[in-house]
């Protein structure tokens, strides 16, 4: 048999807080909203995300599109592509694929 809960804790909140909580209590498949409440603190994770990686990736993606729109328009206006142009795109590509595999694996760590 479980022990009775006998602790009790209190917690303000604004409008806005409050209702966000209820329609993320309605999405729930929670019983009530005890249960859901104790199941976020008990059960919830804490996610940081580096800042950083993530301007980085945009920077990254930033960039590759910025190749390709000048690869276009000297294959449009030459008729030729560069092994060079290859080459830079496919390193822009290797470096948001590294950094995706870091997210994904830091993502599946929650899920442990």
Avoid: C, P, W
């Amino acid at each position: 048999m479980a022990e009775k809960r006998k602790h009790r804790i209190e917690i303000l909140m604004s409008d806005e807080e409050k209702n966000l909580l209820e329609k993320r209590f309605e999405l729930s498949t929670s019983k009530s909203r005890n249960d859901f409440v104790r199941g976020m603190i008990l059960d919830g994770v804490v996610v940081r995300l580096d800042e950083k990686k993530i301007s980085d990736i945009y920077r990254a993606v930033i960039g590759i599109a910025n190749n390709v729109n000048q690869i276009a328009v000297r294959v449009n206006s030459t008729g030729n592509i560069y092994t060079e142009d290859i080459a830079e795109i496919q390193k822009g590509v290797d470096t948001i694929l590294q950094q995706q595999r870091y997210f994904q694996s830091e993502l599946l760590k929650l899920k442990r």
